[in-house]
């Protein structure tokens, strides 16, 4: 099984350029969360969803949006880049919400913008 | 070797020795903690996790200590191997309810380990 997959690795935006992370899995779990690591910190959770039409806001949702149309995609979407956008993003699933369900993570998007 | 996670990010140990990663809590009420292990361009990978009601708990060359008097987690590692280079991360879980997405992660340690 490939797991958590993200794409792209790397990318470069310009402020005001929009853009769409991808994030799938091939587990069929349930849950899928994204993150933002930024250098020298712990994870932020950015957004979930607890199953396919269902989202909701995390810790810091402000510049994103996204998306479950289906149980095994969870895009990411910046609108408007700006450089506080500038971080590692991470996908991430779990097959519940539960806390004694491991987080199954993606090798995570390096993204700049500047 | 020994680390204050949050505060002295990076840890060196000689190959072989046991290695000891600290990580200070903040939520007396939080009931749940993991340590994950996040190698270089990888995502974290889950390493352990202990429940409030547990003191320590053992892995495969890991052992997480729990001493809630003070509000602190360790995770030993033994025989460390090069391998085992990477950056540690503990969360804990301030929902009682058992919530991933409550969890609060910490700053993680970056371990070095010298041939």
């Known amino acids: 099984n490939a797991g958590v997959t993200q794409t792209p690795k790397f990318r470069i935006l310009k402020i005001g350029q929009s853009m769409t992370l991808q994030c799938t899995q091939d587990?069929?779990?349930?849950?899928m969360y994204w993150y933002r690591q930024d250098p020298g910190m712990g994870l932020k959770l950015i957004y979930y969803?607890?199953?396919?039409?269902?989202?909701d806001k995390g810790e810091v949702p402000n510049g994103y949006n996204v998306s479950r149309s289906t149980t095994e995609d969870f895009p990411l979407r910046l609108e408007l880049a700006a450089p506080s956008q500038t971080s590692v993003y991470f996908c991430a699933s779990s097959n519940t919400g539960g806390t004694n369900e491991k987080l199954f993570f993606g090798s995570g998007t390096q993204l700049s913008v500047l | 070797g020994e680390s204050v996670g949050l505060h002295l990010p990076t840890l060196s140990v000689q190959e072989g020795d046991n290695s000891i990663i600290n990580c200070a809590y903040s939520n007396s009420a939080s009931d749940y903690f993991i340590w994950y292990k996040q190698e270089s361009g990888k995502g974290p990978q889950f390493i352990i996790d202990?429940?409030?009601n547990m003191d320590k708990r053992q892995g495969q060359r890991v052992t997480v200590l729990l001493n809630k008097t003070v509000k602190h987690l360790s995770l030993q590692i033994a025989a460390t191997q090069p391998g085992d280079s990477a950056v540690y991360f503990c969360a804990e879980n301030e929902d009682g309810a058992g919530n991933n997405r409550k969890l609060i992660w910490g700053l993680g340690t970056s371990l070095a380990v010298n041939p």
């Open positions: 202990i429940r409030s």
């Open positions: 969803s607890v199953g396919a039409g269902i989202t």
């Open positions: 587990m069929n779990h349930n849950y």
